[in-house]
T-cell receptor, first 110, second 113 residues
């Protein structure tokens, strides 16, 4: 089992749609969680950190489910500019090891 | 504000040639620095991590090496490139350890022929 797994997609959605991504992780001791966004041939950029209580930033909502070991990202009212690859990032205890998921591709269509 | 620079932006090198990629950070002191590689269609793989000058942790044994000669300078090197070294190389920094948010440079796209 991979340490961090994401559905590669692609997710093709119309503008205005709501779309959700999940990411599962294998290390139950993982402590820090993030969602990054990566545009084609560009560097990843932080979208949001994921807190235990869940957090929201505008149209984006992140949730953490420790019991089932997954994090989620919900995008409401999708925009064309949301088209990108979304990377799930997990850091666990023991050693300096940050694990990036391979990413989920999202295409938002007019 | 903090900025991170990488160069070159793109590089095409023959197999067996040496490599030197440079990363510098501005606007912060004693950053934690990272080198990642992203192969086509794959996730980021952590290659090296540094908490300070001369302190390097290697995550994946391979024909690459890293050095940190100055506080805000991180260099990735190879004596002899392999075809499998092709990829997108990203430098990142964080204020504290890898549990913290990491900020990425623009990357170097390396093609080994």
């Amino acid at each position: 089992r991979k340490e961090v797994e994401q559905d590669p997609g692609p997710f093709n959605v119309p503008e205005g749609a709501t779309v959700a991504f999940n990411c599962t992780y294998s290390n139950s001791a993982s402590q820090s969680f993030f969602w990054y966004r990566q545009d084609c041939r560009k560097e990843p950029k932080l979208l949001m950190s994921v807190y235990s209580s869940g957090n929201e930033d505008g149209r984006f909502t992140a949730q953490l489910n420790r019991a089932s070991q997954y994090i989620s990202l919900l995008i409401r009212d999708s925009k064309l500019s949301d088209s990108a690859t979304y990377l799930c990032v997990v850091w666990g205890s023991g050693g300096f090891k940050t694990i990036f998921g391979a990413g989920t591709r999202l295409f938002v269509k007019a | 504000s903090q900025t991170i620079h990488q160069w070159p932006a793109t590089l095409v090198q023959p197999v067996g040639s040496p490599l030197s990629l440079e990363c510098t950070v501005e606007g912060t002191s004693n950053p934690n620095l990272y080198w990642y590689r992203q192969a086509a269609g794959r996730g980021l793989q952590l290659l090296f991590y540094s908490v300070g000058i001369g302190q390097i942790s290697s995550e994946v044994p391979q024909n690459l090496s890293a050095s940190r000669p100055q506080d805000r300078q991180f260099i990735l090197s190879s004596k002899k490139l392999l075809l499998s070294d092709s990829g997108f190389y990203l430098c990142a920094w964080s204020v504290s350890g890898p549990q913290d948010t990491q900020y990425f440079g623009p990357g170097t796209r390396l093609t080994v022929l």
